[in-house]
């Protein structure tokens, strides 16, 4: 039997940390958010906050509910702080190997044996991950998708030395956040990754080809797929400077043509157009 998962360390306070740690919180866990910026943790706890207002317009959450998953949710620049007695560390940094390697040495340095040490990258290598850490046994990935509180599913991803007892514990984390888990292994872009970058790089050049529009490229996917919001809207909401990173990451990763970045994806990414995050990618977001 697994042990428990009662107190949570999330590093990075942006679009993915910030729901982390919600839904971590509102699973009853105590939660520590870290960031090195002060303002972006101010941002996060409204963002929060935010999310719990709408699930309470909705009907879905009671004002206790809120309440609660709120007091259990702190903030802190302080890494120690932060990660001080935690059964779980989840990562929610940049999409750079030698940054989260670094973040890792350091998270490991402040915990104790039996933390597990998770990383929400969606694409780079666990195993590599894994290698920067004495306890590589206890680092899996956990893969979330955006926005964390509405998506069900979270990727497991196991690399060759990843404990069965760090696996299961959160997997056994993910159903408890009411999240569909699968256990993924480690490779380039895993399973959610590797197809939605070429749905999403087919997308871009449809638009440079002046197939159609953004609009109705994304609808083709929405209404005749079922997908839940467009590929290109997704990508806007993702940042399409992280899209670029993890394409030309699998690029030369899987050496297959499909992973080959558009060129209007480095035009927009050279002109600051990363999507909602700067007001306009592929849709204007400045409304």
């Known amino acids: 039997m697994t042990s428990p998962i009662h107190k949570i360390g999330v590093l990075g306070a942006g679009t993915m940390g910030h729901g982390i740690a919600q839904v971590a919180a509102q699973t009853g866990a105590e939660?520590?958010?870290?960031?090195v910026d002060g303002a972006a943790l101010e941002k996060a706890q409204a963002r929060v906050r935010k999310n719990l207002d709408g699930g309470i317009q909705r009907g879905k959450l009671s004002e206790a509910d809120r309440d609660a998953t709120l007091s259990r949710l702190s903030m802190s620049t302080d890494l120690a702080e932060a990660v001080q007695g935690a059964d779980l560390v989840v990562e929610a940094i940049v999409e750079d190997l030698a940054i989260k390697q670094k973040v890792f040495r350091d998270v490991e340095a402040q915990t104790g044996p039996d933390t597990?040490?998770?990383s929400n990258t969606s694409s780079l290598s666990i195993g590599a991950i894994a290698k920067s850490v004495e306890r590589s046994?206890?680092?899996v990935g956990m893969h979330f998708f955006n926005p964390v509180h509405i998506m069900k599913l979270v990727e497991v991803v196991v690399h060759e030395g990843s404990s069965i007892d760090a696996r299961d514990r959160v997997v056994e984390l993910a159903k408890t956040m009411g999240k569909q888990p699968i256990v993924v292994k480690d490779s380039p872009g895993f399973a959610s990754s590797r197809l939605g970058v070429v749905i999403g790089l087919e997308a871009m050049r449809m638009v440079e080809q002046e197939v159609a529009s953004p609009e109705d490229i994304d609808q083709a996917m929405v209404l005749g797929y079922g997908h839940p919001m467009g590929p290109l809207k997704l990508t806007d909401l993702v940042g399409l400077d992280v899209r670029l990173a993890i394409a030309e990451y699998l690029h030369g990763e899987l050496k297959q043509d499909q992973y080959q970045p558009p060129e209007i994806l480095r035009q927009k990414v050279a002109a600051?157009?990363?999507?909602?995050?700067?007001?306009?990618?592929?849709?204007?977001?400045?409304?």
Do not use: I, P, R
């Open 31 to 35: 939660v520590a958010l870290f960031d």
């Open 116 to 118: 597990v040490l998770a």
């Open 137 to 139: 046994q206890q680092v």
């Open 272 to 287: 600051g157009e990363l999507g909602k995050k700067s007001g306009k990618g592929f849709y204007d977001w400045t409304d």
